[in-house]
């Protein structure tokens, strides 16, 4: 079964082409990868699969259906059960790190409320930041702030994550840690991952798949 | 300099002023004060009314302001830009201008005629005077502040974090769990600011016949000339001013969140109103029908008397050229003045920064009245009396009241331009000055146009601080208004309102030429 479906997807910003009839499946469970240099619409195809941006033509499909088709978004970014991890990471600056989780969690129709603080507690012993969870976003380290980031996008039982090059600003060693923990985590919940990178080093890493993007 | 002239014409006269109503005669005493409050029954009623008008006017200003601001900013509603001019007209009024709308809306001779309505026992006249009234017009003043601070906070917001809400909920959830919450401290800083300013009011209790206690202030200058007890008046509203801010300040530390400034390139995200767009679109038409044309509607149409404007040039020619001169050299000082602070603000040039920041903000916030006076206390003595009774005076009160309006706009204008900017031309081998002229200004000139105009519209319509310090004869053309209310004709009076707005108008238009040409050049 297809996890995500692209279906000669097009789209351009100010009547630049950023990506040009793009055909892509990505199927359960598997950790594609795309690589490719700037400008080549990486991280736009991931919002077009989030519903942050809508496709100019073509169709976009998730787990069978069509959510999103020529300029019209058949399903709202709140509906398509998805996680992401942005580049900048957006942790909301006025909440803790449990808020966030609790945030997450508040939408998610698979947990009944009394099970909330039970699953929050094992995504945050899953990404060791129990001893973290009354802490706001900036009295973390770049690390913590990482994981907390990737427990926001788990957190819900997405069934597909998107990662917009969450490392990218780490340095090596912290880099290769989260790297094996991210794998550790889609192993243990069993997610489809789509990650963004410009490293080919994280790309052989990550990916079970790795596709090279071109600017269109 | 910056340091200098905030000192001169803000924080001197202050102390000196404090130190006038405390000293009599070489000795400490509190006789004044004793004199001042030892009668509660006295003074306790102007406070209460001071102290309800400014909270019900700052509730009204955040009820009406927050959500106007998010429809202008944050959707998709037809006419955004027209309402958003409409709305944000009256703050180029001086208050009592919109008091007097207001008035010639509702009074038995109105052009639409509530003759039936006095005849029945219900003229709206009359709930006008009294605290209805005055909450109608400062809520109708300062609710622009709020809606163009909301505006300017929800600009700032990184979308990136709506976005990242967006993914677990829809609009409503994001709003009131992120964005919101995100600008929350920004909208109690516009609540407090709406909360001073309506407190240090004085035009529009005194044309309304409200008792507060600023009037009180301006009563025991003018009318008694008893200068230590309007000093003494004077310090409890420079006292709840300065501790506001303070307690701002102390909540506000390290807690503002990304909103110091926009960055460039950041693309606020809209919300799709759907089927609610035209209705939206429709109340918001009628509110600012009802709240700012109407008004002004009703002035225009009072000024239509065959001989109002031959009258009105004729007794105020002078003030209005006065005023225009005052307002453009007040401009002038305040963009420097401002830009030079707003410098010291933004890169933490000096050690100081953050005193001036306080500093001009709590000018910005005290009563007119009680900066002229305090202004009074500094210059009116042997050997600078040259310099009291010179039209000095009004360029100081200028200064001290609106340096904090300029540097704010030179911080936000700053903000975005890169640091980068300037340490490429010191890497150069530029000196500070030339940095600061062939670099920094053309890159922030839009800013510093904004700066410009925003000071000569409030000097234009400055009345507290210009009714205590002008020199006999100088009056401007808002003082002269306001004199004029007492005994003029009301077409007189109204003719002189609409000459004040129109002067206002053609300088905001001269505004949008220079920044149209700073964009071209640029």
């Known amino acids: ?216 | 300099m910056v340091v200098f002239a905030l000192a001169v014409v803000g924080l001197l006269p202050l102390l000196a002023m404090l130190y006038k109503s405390v000293f009599a005669d070489g000795r400490w005493t509190l006789s004044v004060y004793e004199h001042v409050f030892s009668n509660p029954a006295q003074y306790w009623p102007p406070v209460r009314n001071s102290l309800t008008l400014a909270a019900l006017t700052a509730v009204c200003a955040l009820l009406l302001g927050v959500p106007l601001g998010l429809l202008l900013a944050k959707t998709d509603v037809p006419l955004r830009r027209p309402l958003m001019v409409t709305l944000c007209a009256p703050l180029l009024l001086p208050p009592y201008i919109l008091a007097i709308c207001w008035f010639n809306l509702m009074s038995r001779s109105a052009w639409w005629g509530t003759d039936n309505l006095s005849q029945s026992g219900l003229a709206p006249s009359i709930w006008l005077f009294g605290l209805p009234g005055c909450l109608l017009v400062l809520a109708g003043a300062l609710t622009p502040a709020v809606i163009i601070l909301t505006v300017v906070y929800l600009h700032a917001v990184n979308p990136r974090h709506e976005e990242a809400g967006r993914l677990v909920t829809g609009w409503r959830g994001v709003l009131t769990k992120i964005t919101l919450p995100i600008i929350s401290r920004g909208i109690l800083f516009a609540g407090l600011l709406v909360f001073l300013l309506a407190l240090g009011e004085v035009g529009v209790p005194m044309f309304l016949r409200y008792p507060v206690f600023p009037v009180e202030t301006l009563t025991q200058f003018s009318a008694f000339y008893d200068f230590g007890a309007a000093a003494a008046a004077a310090t409890p509203l420079l006292g709840v001013t300065l501790l506001l801010l303070v307690g701002e300040r102390l909540y506000l530390r390290d807690k503002t969140y990304e909103l110091l400034a926009t960055a460039p390139g950041r693309k606020i995200l809209v919300i799709p109103l759907g089927r609610w767009r035209v209705p939206a679109a429709l109340a918001a038409i009628l509110f600012a029908v009802i709240t700012v044309v109407l008004p002004l509607v009703s002035l225009v149409v009072s000024s239509l008397s065959p001989f109002a404007y031959a009258e009105a040039l004729n007794k105020a020619a002078g003030s209005i050229g006065r005023s225009i001169l005052f307002a453009g050299v007040g401009a002038t000082v305040l963009t420097l003045l401002g830009f030079l602070s707003g410098y010291l603000i933004q890169y933490r040039a000096l050690a100081v920064w953050r005193v001036v920041d306080t500093l001009t903000l709590l000018l910005f916030t005290l009563p007119g009245t009680v900066i002229g006076i305090a202004l009074i206390a500094l210059w009116n003595r042997p050997g600078i009396g040259w310099i009291y009774a010179s039209t000095a005076m009004v360029i100081f009160a200028y200064v001290a009241q609106y340096t904090a309006l300029a540097s704010r706009i030179t911080v936000a204008s700053l903000g975005n331009v890169p640091r980068s900017l300037e340490e490429a031309a010191q890497m150069a081998g530029a000196p500070w000055h030339a940095r600061v002229l062939h670099i920094i200004v053309p890159a922030a000139l839009p800013g510093v146009i904004a700066a410009w105009m925003v000071g000569f519209i409030f000097c234009m319509r400055d009345l507290g601080a210009s009714m205590v310090v002008y020199p006999a004869g100088q009056e401007t053309l808002p003082v002269r208004i306001f004199t004029l209310m007492a005994n003029g004709a009301p077409s007189l009076v109204s003719a002189l309102c609409v000459v004040l707005v129109v002067v206002t108008v053609i300088a905001l238009g001269a505004f949008r030429m220079l920044l149209q040409s700073a964009g071209h050049r640029r």
């Not at chain 1, 427990?151 to 060693?173: F, G, K, Q, T, Y």
Request: glycine fraction near 6%; proline fraction near 6%.
């Open chain 1, 1 to 216: 079964m297809m996890a995500v479906e692209l279906q000669s997807v097009s789209k351009a910003y100010d009547g630049r082409r950023v990506i040009e009839a793009l055909s892509l499946t990505v199927t359960r469970g598997e950790r594609l990868v795309l690589v490719g240099p700037s400008g080549c619409g990486k991280t736009t195809m991931l919002r077009l699969v989030a519903g942050l941006e809508l496709p100019d033509s073509g169709a976009i499909a998730i787990n069978g259906r069509i959510v999103a088709q020529h300029r019209r978004n058949l399903v709202p970014p709140e509906n398509r059960h998805l996680g992401m991890v942005f580049q900048d990471l957006v942790l909301w600056p006025h909440m803790t790190v449990s808020e966030h989780l609790e945030f997450a969690l508040r939408y998610d129709r698979q947990l009944k409320p009394v099970e909330r603080p039970a699953r929050m507690r094992e995504i945050l012993d899953m990404v060791r930041m129990a001893d973290c969870a009354e802490a706001r976003p900036a009295t973390l380290s770049g690390g913590q702030q990482q994981r907390v980031a990737l427990a926001r996008a788990v957190v819900a039982h997405p069934e597909i994550v998107l990662m917009d090059e969450p490392l990218s600003s780490l340095d090596p060693e912290l880099r290769a840690y989260l790297c094996r923990e991210i794998l550790r985590l889609q192993a243990e919940l069993g997610f489809t991952l789509i990650y963004v990178t410009h490293s080919r080093d994280e790309a052989n890493l990550i990916g079970h798949r790795s596709i090279v993007m071109q600017p269109a």
